[in-house]
């Protein structure tokens, strides 16, 4: 089975108001770069980037491969991204610099092969652990009061692990975490935290050591990603366990964490690391040194939202639940509407390959959308907000928007 072209789509999804993804009381979209591999054979392979910064470079990069990618063989999975890799110069510039665009292409080929086999791509790697994927229910940063409503509010959802992120201000930070313990009660109900490098060592320990009380499941990257022996130094000084993100985005850090015992807990994605390998690489390791992985979120749709559960379902060591922020959409691209939560969870699909198949009038509805955005949040927004989205733009757009 040969690849014989590739097509990529820019859609924009309607999400909820949400204070975490927009910063502004305003209802924004989710962006995705959709990829469709064809084939010889009649089979196509669907994929999907979002973009972490400039929505036309990610669409150009992906674009880009499609003549390494003609006629080559779809079994041949592994040399064929080797390829695309060394045309990126990714071993000289660092797998981050592209691979947010090339993880979709990386995802197309997975459920092509999924698809070419009749069967769900879990069972390709090897099988499933697990068919019910768990994830955390998110609190956005408001009010004290907000806050523990929110928390209210997904507990009674069926959510049983809540996530804040943590880190902005030290009184505010306890006020909110307490809020959410006497709102929901202890137990059953996890509580986690993420710092995103937040605080010095010092800082750190102080702050896990006064959260501790409050029965904190773990903390995400409390200190700076690069300094692995302030980690290492903060997981010592407290109880509280600690989990490694930014420092551990490709199976290369993860060992430089699991070395220096700076963690409890990895992260995982296929987006930072070497597509699906290097994430199922990286648990491996992190399996090996007996360590847990977590699935990390960057807002996806439910072609990467369905991909994520059957790298979760197939590896032993996914035994937290997972990050999403797939609760924020409104609608999907997916046949059937978007993916249903039950009690926190989402079952693994069943169907062949990645388990979805495009809802081609969404996609077009949702194309035609992006480009109405693009134009119109030039004249919507002001000067700060433009310079906060301007992956929404063309570079001329954006330029002509700030004058």
């Not at 995982?268 to 390998?277: H, K, L, Q, S």
């Amino acid at each position: 089975m040969r690849i014989t072209d590739l097509r990529s789509r820019v859609v924009a999804v309607p999400i909820k108001k949400s204070t975490y993804v927009s910063g502004l009381n305003e209802e924004l979209f989710r962006i995705a770069v959709i990829v469709e591999l064809f084939t010889d054979e009649g089979y196509v392979g669907l994929g999907e980037a979002v973009p972490p910064v400039d929505v036309e470079a990610t669409k150009r990069i992906i674009d880009s491969a499609k003549r390494l990618l003609a006629g080559e063989e779809v079994f041949n999975l592994e040399p064929l991204k080797k390829k695309v890799y060394a045309y990126y110069n990714l071993s000289h510039l660092h797998l981050h610099a592209a691979n947010w665009a090339l993880n979709a292409v990386d995802m197309a080929l997975w459920d092509l092969i999924g698809k070419s086999c009749s069967q769900p791509l879990y069972k390709v790697w090897g099988g499933a652990f697990r068919k019910k994927i768990p994830y955390y229910g998110a609190i956005q940063r408001s009010t004290v009061e907000n806050v523990a409503r929110q928390a209210e509010d997904l507990v009674k959802r069926g959510f049983k692990t809540l996530y804040l992120k943590v880190g902005l201000d030290e009184k505010e930070d306890l006020e909110c975490v307490k809020a959410i313990r006497e709102a929901v009660g202890y137990g059953d109900v996890k509580v986690r935290l993420d710092a995103n490098q937040a605080w010095s060592p010092g800082k750190a320990i102080k702050m896990i050591n006064k959260l501790s009380k409050y029965e904190i499941e773990f903390i995400d990257q409390p200190v700076l990603m690069y300094n692995l022996d302030a980690m290492a130094r903060v997981r010592r000084a407290v109880d509280v366990p600690i989990a490694a993100h930014e420092s551990s985005w490709t199976f290369y850090e993860v060992l430089n964490v699991i070395k220096k015992e700076a963690a409890d807990i990895i992260h995982i994605d296929p987006r930072f690391d070497a597509g699906f390998t290097g994430a199922r690489i990286s648990a491996g390791i992190a399996e090996a040194a007996g360590l847990p992985v977590v699935m990390h979120s960057f807002h996806e749709l439910g072609i990467a939202q369905c991909a994520y559960m059957h790298l979760i379902a197939s590896c032993p060591n996914f035994v937290y639940a997972n990050q999403t922020a797939y609760d924020d959409l409104l609608d999907d691209v997916i046949e059937g509407g978007p993916l249903k939560f039950k009690d926190g969870c989402m079952e693994v699909p069943e169907r062949s390959g990645i388990g979805v198949e495009l809802d081609e009038e969404k996609v077009k509805e949702y194309q035609k959308l992006y480009e109405e955005v693009r134009s119109k949040l030039t004249k919507k927004f002001s000067k700060y907000q433009l310079m906060s989205y301007r992956s929404f733009f063309k570079p001329e757009d954006y330029e002509k928007g700030l004058k």
